[in-house]
Nanobody, 126 residues
Framework: QVQLVESGGGSVQAGGSLRLSCAASGYTYSGYMGWFRQPPGKQREGVAAIYTGRGDTYYADSVKGRFTVSQDNAKNTVYLQMNSLKPEDTAMYYC????????????????????WGQGTQVTVSS
């Protein structure tokens, strides 16, 4: 079974940076890995995704140019580098894996994923 564990969340001032990590185990399919976030009282939204087989990346318009998703196959880990953070980036961030052949598209929609981590909180203060 695929298991995902997020880490790296915390509190940072506006303009600062954080790097989130998602350690995956039991992930043998070279599928999609996504990052989602849910601010309090708001809908969950896709932030970024990567197709691990080719390295293709996808970003929400709100984070383009500020966030970068990457992978380290040796560590079986996916990262989300977040720069120039804004208060509106405050949310619970979740890592997700498609996990199944044929899943993962479109990559920034939650129904494209079958496995989810427990989440890590990111708080950006002004």
């Amino acid at each position: 079974q695929v298991q995902l564990v997020e880490s790296g969340g915390g509190s940072v001032q506006a303009g600062g940076s954080l790097r989130l990590s998602c350690a995956a185990s039991g992930y043998t399919y070279s599928g999609y890995m996504g990052w989602f976030r849910q601010p309090p009282g708001k809908q969950r939204e896709g932030v970024a995704a990567i197709y691990t087989g080719r390295g293709d990346t996808y970003y929400a318009d709100s984070v383009k140019g500020r966030f970068t998703v990457s992978q380290d196959n040796a560590k079986n880990t996916v990262y989300l580098q977040m720069n120039s953070l804004k208060p509106e980036d405050t949310a619970m961030y979740y890592c997700a894996a498609s996990g199944t052949y044929g899943a993962g598209w479109p990559p920034l929609r939650d129904f494209s994923y079958n496995y989810w981590g427990q989440g890590t909180q990111v708080t950006v203060s002004s």
